[in-house]
Every structure is written in C-alpha cells, then in structure tokens.
C-alpha cells in the first residue's frame, strides 16, 4: 500500500470494553505518531514512536491508554476500560526522518465510539 | 488556554470569493505547517514556514509567517468548492507537536 492504513475504520465499544486500534505506517518510515481528534477540533498529540522506541507519550490522556511498535514497524493503540469521553477520531502519522519538520502522512482515522 | 488559536473558526463563502484564516500564539516557534484535511480523512500537509516573514505560495494559497514567528495567516484567491476543508496549523513548540482548533471552511458553488 502507498499510504498508512488503519484499523478497524469504525468501532463501537460498551463502556468498559478494552479496545485495540491498529495503524500500518508507510513502509521504512522511522517515525510514527498517534493523534486524538475529537468532533469538529484539531488533532491533539498522543505519542510518538522512532523505530520501536517510545519518545514521547505526554498526550496520553490516562493510564487507561497504552501505545506499541515492538518491531519499529505496525503500531497498536490499546484503550482499556473504555470510558464515553474516549469518543474520537483516533489518527496515526508517519514520516521519514526524525525531524519533526518532516512531512507526516496520515492515515484515514478509526472513529471510535463509546456506548 | 489553547497554544494555538486559530480563527474564524468557521467560514462560509461563495465560489470565487477570497478568504485569510489566521493562526496566533503568544508562544514563538522554529516552525509552523499548514494542514488541510476532508471529512473523513487524515490531514494533509500544504506548507511548512520557518523563516519569520516568510512568505509562500501554492498556487492559488498564500501562506505567511508572522516576522516574529509567533502567527501565521493564510489566504486562498478565487476560493473553490474543491477548497472545502478544515484547515489546520501545526507547531512543533520544542518537544511538543499541537495543533490548532482548525478552520473550518466551506465554498458554495
């Protein structure tokens, strides 16, 4: 595929359901990012990833949310105890290089919903 | 209190007018990108500005970096339903990537 991919594209979950969200980033891309973007607002950082190293994960909302990339490739998104305010557009990144001046490609999003 | 404030927050105009949306901060950055994004869909990059008092063009889009680097505006001539979107900026305030609420625009043919 040219692109990242996610999914599944679109989850409902029962509040307190454990969900996992999984993101394929361009291939050979060194950075991947993860975003939570709420109803008509921007995307708010969550993670960061270079290679399969966890940078940064200050955007974590809780400690309900946990990111991994254990082969520096495909990334997953695990939500535990899923919570009504979790509701979102959940976005991945990728880019090339290390800096944050690279071009991140998106990818479509999973919108999750909690019941 | 939003790092980035981004306004009007929404925009509805016809065909063929002209529009600027602005991005402000009291923070300066190193720099600033411009995202626009569609229902349904990730963002897609449509600049990056690092220069203060840079100014660039894509086409019909003009993007400007405030010369204290702080804002940013950009202005889209002869608008078309094809610029329908939500428009984003995007800094990179050292170790923190944030976005901006986003511009939501709508151009009716």
């Known amino acids: 595929g040219a692109g990242v991919s996610q999914s599944p594209r679109y989850k409902v979950a029962k509040r307190g359901q454990d969900v996992a969200l999984r993101c394929d980033p361009i291939?050979?891309?060194?950075?991947l990012f993860w975003y939570q973007q709420a109803l008509g607002q921007g995307p708010e950082f969550l993670t960061y990833?270079?290679?399969?190293?966890?940078?940064?994960k200050s955007g974590l909302p809780s400690d309900r949310f946990f990111a991994e990339r254990p082969e520096g490739s495909v990334s997953t998104l695990k939500i535990q105890r899923t919570q009504q305010e979790d509701s979102a557009v959940y976005l991945c990144?990728?880019?090339?290089?290390?800096?944050?001046?690279?071009?991140?490609?998106f990818g479509p999003g999973t919108r999750l919903t909690v019941l | 209190t939003q790092l980035l404030e981004q306004s009007p927050q929404f925009l509805s105009i016809q065909e063929g007018e002209n529009l600027t949306v602005y991005c402000n901060s009291s923070s300066v950055f190193s720099s600033l990108q411009w995202y626009r994004q569609e229902p349904g869909e990730g963002p897609v990059l449509l600049v990056t500005?690092?220069?203060?008092?840079e100014v660039k063009k894509l086409k019909r889009l003009t993007f400007q970096f405030g010369d204290a680097r702080k804002d940013s505006s950009l202005h889209i001539t002869a608008a078309q339903p094809g610029d329908t979107g939500l428009y984003l900026c995007?800094?990179?305030?050292?170790?923190?990537?944030?976005f901006g609420g986003g511009t939501r625009l709508m151009v009716k043919p």
């Open positions: 990833f270079q290679n399969e190293a966890q940078l940064d």
């Open positions: 990144a990728s880019s090339l290089g290390l800096s944050f001046l690279n071009e991140q490609f």
């Open positions: 291939s050979g891309h060194v950075s």
């Open positions: 500005v690092v220069t203060g008092g």
């Open positions: 995007k800094v990179d305030a050292g170790n923190m990537l944030t």
